[in-house]
């Protein structure tokens, strides 16, 4: 299993053809990996599954195992003490429940962490424990989380539930990863799980493509439209839908990239906000994660242009320079959360390998590989590349 994907990942790691700009970097991924998991592996061992029915949501309208969260920025209004909140937007309200969020946050981090290690070391510790989390979200009865997201970024005193709230379960595409990493190498323990962990991921990718929410939020034309489809990419990966991602690889170039992305690389959408900084970042590591992810790990789409020369190469080239030197960003800083970012941004990573770049890969190498700030990690969903390298088999 390592002998091979070792292999596979050389092959990418390959100068470039005659003619190209030959990647001189060719860094040991697997070694880079290596040596930041195996310090953490205790305390991911140590961590005990944790799933949204052992969290109260005191102000939830629906059951204990129904996904509850509280929009960001939304907050008391001051000229109506009780009455509906009002928006701030990029001031995140310390006081909103994050309980369930945070949960599901722990749970992306965890098991990807282990599948990671257990394909760098071969240890059957790891995985067993990743089967004891999965289990918990997926197929215990009574402690799975329910497959749907119909009380995700409430706000208070106006709605239950929103469709933007899908952007939650952006956290679990690494799960989604994981559990496929898990299938093709039959990692110990996964055999007795898989229909569980498969069926909650068929239904949550039916409701995510087929209710009204779900739609909504593919729909959507700025970062939630691309985490939608980032999604919907993983979960059907997994379950070898080649139907969803059919239509995600033609989404991605009929609308995500020739609405979100500038001719000269910019995101318009994501530099309108209060933290056009973050959000550039997020919004790029998410268009790019699904690029190489739609392209086979090959790097396709990330070169892919339209007509008038949109791209998501285009897009990181565009950014790359403020992420070695956030001193020339030449907008106002973000509101919050300045000082947080850049940490290891996956884009750098697809997009160097896509286009032989190895100063992209040398910057990303340079790059904190493990926020601890909550808000950041958040924004930060992409944290295992061995879990994106080349698959065993085509999508």
Known sequence: ????????????LAP????????????????IERRRLLPQAGALLAAAPRSIAAIPAPRSPAGPQDYYSEGDYWWPDPANPGGPYVRRDGRSNPDKFDGHR???????????????LWDLTGEARFAETAMRHLAAWFVDPATRMNPNLDHAQAIIGVNAGRAIGVIDTLQIVEVARAAD????????????????????????????????????ERDEKNNHGTCWLLQAASFAALLGRADVLDAARAR????????????????????????????????????????????????????WKTDDGRSIGGAIAWMAPYVADKAGWPLPPDIEYWDGFPVRQPSLLFGGLAQHRADWIELWQRLNPDPVTGEVVRNFPVRQPLLWLPAERPL
């Open 1 to 12: 299993m390592i002998a091979r994907r070792t292999l596979l990942l050389a092959a990418l």
């Open 16 to 31: 470039a053809a005659a003619g190209a700009r030959p990647d001189t970097s060719r860094p040991d991924i697997r070694a």
């Open 102 to 116: 945070d949960a599901l946050i722990a749970f992306g981090r965890t098991v990807p962490a282990l599948a990671a």
């Open 181 to 216: 990493l898990f299938a093709k190498q039959n990692a110990p323990g996964y055999a007795a799980i898989r229909a569980g962990v498969e069926g909650w991921f068929a239904a949550y990718l039916d409701w995510l493509t087929t209710s009204p929410f779900g739609m909504q």
């Open 252 to 303: 991605l170039k009929s609308v995500i990239v020739p609405t979100q992305i500038a001719p000269d690389g910019r995101q318009p959408l994501e530099l309108a906000r209060t933290k056009p900084y973050a959000y550039s970042l997020f919004n790029l590591d998410v268009l790019a994660t699904s690029a190489w992810l739609l392209g086979g790990g090959s790097g396709a789409l990330i070169d």
